[in-house]
């Protein structure tokens, strides 16, 4: 009995303690919170990159699906390159 009235008291004073700070943080309520346009004054322009730029920037990776299944059977991690 003795166990569970400190674990009673234990629980109240933690739930005291959340409640004091939620009460002293003034952080109680959203009316803070400034209503913004969308984009908040950004300025820019987007655009789709063109083959040449994905060319250039992305390594090309094979798609050999039973070269990288050979390679798993055999207990090997799947390579890019030629030798199988």
Same mark, same amino acid.
């Given at each position: +009995?003795?166990?569970? !009235?400190?674990?009673? @008291? /234990?629980?109240?004073?933690?739930?005291?303690?959340?409640?004091? !700070?939620?009460? $002293?943080?003034?952080? +109680? &309520?959203?009316?803070?919170?400034?209503? =913004? #346009?969308?984009?908040?004054?950004?300025?820019? &322009? /987007?655009?789709? /990159? &063109?083959? =040449? *730029? @994905? +060319?250039? @920037?992305?390594?090309?990776?094979? $798609? #050999?699906?039973?070269?990288?299944?050979?390679? /798993? =059977? *055999?207990?090997?991690?799947? #390579?890019?390159?030629?030798? $199988?």
């Amino acid at each position: +009995m003795d166990g569970s !009235v400190t674990l009673i @008291i /234990a629980g109240m004073l933690m739930i005291g303690i959340l409640g004091a !700070v939620s009460y $002293f943080s003034n952080n +109680m &309520t959203l009316n803070n919170i400034k209503s =913004k #346009t969308v984009g908040d004054g950004q300025h820019g &322009t /987007a655009r789709w /990159a &063109t083959s =040449k *730029e @994905i +060319m250039r @920037i992305y390594q090309h990776v094979p $798609f #050999t699906p039973q070269k990288w299944r050979g390679q /798993a =059977k *055999e207990g090997h991690a799947p #390579t890019v390159g030629d030798s $199988f």
